[in-house]
C-alpha cells in the first residue's frame, strides 16, 4: 500500500500545490501539479483558456489528466480546486489515490487570494462572496472524495506537511521509514 497515489484537494488557494510540492518531496515521490500538466498540454495559461474555449473545454482536459495521473504509481497529484464538480473525477480519485482534501474557510482565502489575477473563477465583483459559493458547492463533493480532512487555518507549510504525514503513517498509507525526518524513538533500555 505504500506505493499509493496521493491526490490533494481543495478550494483554489487552498495549498495543493505548495504543500503536495513540499510532500512530495519528503516522500521522495514525484510531483505532478495537474494545472501546469493542463497547461503544457494546451499551451496557454488556464485563464486565457477559459476565456476562449469556456469552463466545459476546460474540464474535459482536467479530467483526462486526472484519469491519466490516478493510474501512476508513487506520486503526489495536486488538483484544480474544480476538479470534484465531475463525478467521473471523484470516482477516479477515489479508486486510484488516497485523497487529502485540504480545508479552508472562504475568509481565509480570501486574505490569501486578493490580489491574485491568475484565477479565472475569482475575477468578479465580489470574489469573497464567489469563494463562499464555491465553498457552498464543493465542501461536499470535496468529503465526498476525501479519504482524510486536514483543516489547513494557519499552520506554515512544514506544519501543514507534517501534519499530513503523521495522519498517512497512522493511517498506513505510507511507511514511516520511508520518510527520513520521522521522529523514531528507540525502545526503553536501547
Known amino acids: 500500500m505504500t506505493d499509493q497515489n496521493i491526490a490533494l484537494v481543495g478550494l483554489p488557494g487552498g495549498g495543493k500545490s505548495t504543500v503536495g510540492r513540499q510532500l512530495a518531496k519528503r516522500l521522495k515521490r ?61 470516482k477516479n480519485l477515489r479508486a486510484g489515490c488516497q485523497v487529502i482534501y485540504l480545508r479552508s474557510t472562504p475568509d481565509e482565502l480570501f486574505r490569501r487570494l486578493r490580489h491574485d489575477t491568475q484565477r479565472p473563477l475569482l475575477q468578479v465583483k465580489d470574489p469573497l462572496g464567489r469563494l463562499r459559493d ?7 463533493l470535496y468529503r465526498e472524495v476525501a479519504h482524510f480532512v486536514v483543516d489547513t487555518g494557519r499552520p506554515s507549510v512544514p506544519s501543514l506537511v507534517n501534519m499530513l504525514l503523521m495522519q498517512l503513517e497512522l493511517a498506513g498509507v505510507i511507511d514511516p521509514a520511508s520518510v527520513p525526518s520521522s521522529v523514531v524513538v528507540p525502545p526503553e533500555g536501547a
Open 30 to 90: 514525484t510531483f505532478i501539479d495537474s494545472d501546469t500538466v493542463i497547461e503544457q498540454r494546451i499551451g496557454c495559461s488556464i485563464r486565457s483558456f477559459f476565456e476562449r474555449e469556456g469552463e466545459a473545454a476546460f474540464r474535459d482536459i482536467e479530467s483526462a489528466v486526472i484519469a491519466d495521473h490516478c493510474g501512476d504509481q508513487a506520486t503526489v497529484l495536486a488538483t484544480g480546486g474544480g476538479a470534484v464538480l465531475r463525478e467521473l473525477n471523484r
Open 134 to 140: 464555491m465553498y457552498g458547492e464543493r465542501d461536499p
